[in-house]
């Protein structure tokens, strides 16, 4: 069963496009992340960094003494996803029929994928956020934030 299905069609939508964010909010991202942080989100599809970017912004908003580390797990928080080859239809078609291919497979992991990503260049509290694992208040902040 497909959970969330408004939030789906909504992200669908918006992420038909696969348009540049602005300088602008591009520079809000290289505020808040590490470089090797910055570069890894820069691998990300233009939809999903301009995705990240209005998750930050609802976090921000939900959160606002939120530290540099839960700040940066809302930008990566779908950094896994450039791992997987799916444009805009298989990642909607994977989404709906789950994962028949290594591929849609890739992509419906993404959050573990993810946080081996940037295993190495972020802090554990952003790592432990963007793998999904954690179950306090900050993250269910973030889960929010990422399905307004």
């Not at 956020?129 to 902040?141: H, I, M, N, P, W």
Request: with cysteine.
């Amino acid at each position: 069963m497909i959970r969330n299905v408004p939030h789906l069609v909504r992200r669908a939508v918006t992420s038909l496009s696969n348009h540049e964010p602005s300088t602008a909010r591009v520079a809000t991202a290289r505020e808040v992340l590490r470089d090797g942080e910055f570069a890894v989100w820069s691998s990300m599809q233009a939809r999903d960094r301009r995705h990240s970017l209005d998750v930050l912004a609802r976090f921000d908003r939900l959160c606002p003494g939120a530290e540099r580390a839960e700040r940066a797990a809302a930008l990566l928080h779908d950094v896994g996803k450039a791992a997987s080859p799916l444009g805009w239809a298989g990642r909607v078609l994977a989404t709906v029929v789950g994962g028949r291919t290594d591929a849609m497979r890739t992509y419906l992991d993404h959050e573990r994928i993810g946080a081996a990503m940037i295993a190495a260049v972020s802090e554990p509290r952003t790592v432990d956020l963007v793998g999904g694992g954690c179950t306090d208040e900050r993250a269910d902040a973030l889960r929010r934030a990422d399905g307004a």
